[in-house]
């Protein structure tokens, strides 16, 4: 049951949310479906008594397959922008590694909704998404999530968690080190979304799609710790021969691999240009500094990840 109080025009929701369906979450039976506390005290994965309890879940995905991502439950607070994680660890704890394998921005997890569908907690969401394993990263176990920062209502971040298995020919560390860190915000980090809007990640990778549905007003988060720098890579020398054998992947088949020394990857200045931009365009301003166009106006110029380059220019697609 839903129970909406206006404060002066403000919206408080107290209802049920929604429940991550594929992948299967971790403990089941004792997964609500409330946001991560305002606080992140219990991030990563709603931190409780019996998380990480299996009931019969098992994820199991190739490396370089697409896979299904659906919920339980009808209060989408109008959709939103979600991401797909994961980390090597079974149990993950606040100091994990997360790094993002998919993003949606906008339209997740419903499309064209202006608020809610409805106040049924154990009805099925009936849209469907998808997200990419990459081909080239390690096989193993560990744990996969998905985050989801709502629309309409109050500041928050979801976070669902379920056990991980990776199968294939394994793939390079440094490659899973090169994926772009979890967006987190809204959990007490200096990091917040924008209501009434879709955020826009800050690093949203490789493989991203953006879906409208009711609105087409795409905002970037606020606050010092949204638009963190990916984790320095060690120093190291990167070949060919670190990628596995194989046909290559949507992913791969967008980077040109060089043999290329290692540095950490650091925001840099640039004569980047001040217009007014196209949202969601990428500007290349050499093969190897490129910025985004979120809220109207560009990025920070940003190093690309090692032995990835990209052609000068103003497109939709930075690999173009």
């Given at each position: 049951m839903k129970t909406v109080v206006?404060?002066?025009?403000f919206i408080a929701f107290v209802e049920a949310h929604m429940i991550m369906n594929a992948p299967v979450p971790y403990g089941r039976s004792s997964l609500n479906n409330s946001p991560l506390f305002s606080d992140g005290s219990d991030f990563p994965c709603?931190?409780?008594?019996?998380?990480?309890?299996?009931?019969?879940?098992?994820?199991?995905?190739a490396l370089g397959s697409v896979n299904p991502l659906?919920?339980?439950?009808?209060?989408?607070?109008?959709?939103?922008?979600?991401?797909v994680s994961i980390t090597y660890d079974k149990e993950p704890t606040e100091n994990s590694v997360w790094k993002v394998i998919t993003s949606i921005e906008g339209g997740c997890p419903a499309q064209g909704q202006t608020i809610n569908m409805g106040e049924d907690a154990s009805a099925p969401n009936p849209y469907q998404y998808e997200f990419s394993i990459p081909s080239n990263i390690p096989t193993g176990k560990g744990t996969i999530a998905w985050t989801w920062f709502n629309k309409v209502g109050n500041r928050e971040m979801y976070m669902n968690c379920g056990p991980l298995t990776l199968t294939g020919t394994s793939g390079s560390q440094?490659?899973?080190?090169?994926?772009?860190?979890?967006?987190?915000a809204n959990i007490g980090n200096d990091c917040y979304v924008p209501e009434n809007a879709d955020v826009a990640f800050p690093h949203p990778g490789e493989y991203v799609t953006r879906l409208n549905g009711a609105t087409n007003a795409f905002q970037a988060p606020t606050g010092l710790a949204c638009d963190s720098v990916a984790s320095p890579i060690p120093t190291s020398t990167f070949t060919d021969s670190d990628q596995p054998s194989g046909t290559l992947t949507f992913s791969e088949r967008r980077m040109q691999m060089n043999t290329h020394t290692s540095e950490a990857i650091e925001p840099i200045q640039s004569d980047a240009?001040?217009?007014?931009?196209?949202e969601g365009y990428w500007n290349c301003i050499?093969?190897?500094?490129?910025?985004?166009?979120?809220?109207?106006?560009?990025s920070v110029p940003q190093k690309l990840a090692l032995g990835?380059?990209?052609?000068?220019?103003?497109?939709s697609e930075l690999w173009a």
């Open positions: 206006s404060l002066g025009g709603k931190q409780r008594p019996g998380l990480y309890a299996l009931e019969g879940a098992s994820n199991t995905y659906n919920f339980i439950g009808t209060a989408v607070h109008g959709g939103g922008s979600c991401q440094r490659n899973f080190d090169r994926l772009p860190d979890m967006f987190r240009i001040e217009s007014v931009c196209t050499d093969p190897v500094t490129f910025q985004r166009c979120v809220g109207g106006t560009w990835v380059f990209c052609s000068p220019g103003i497109s």
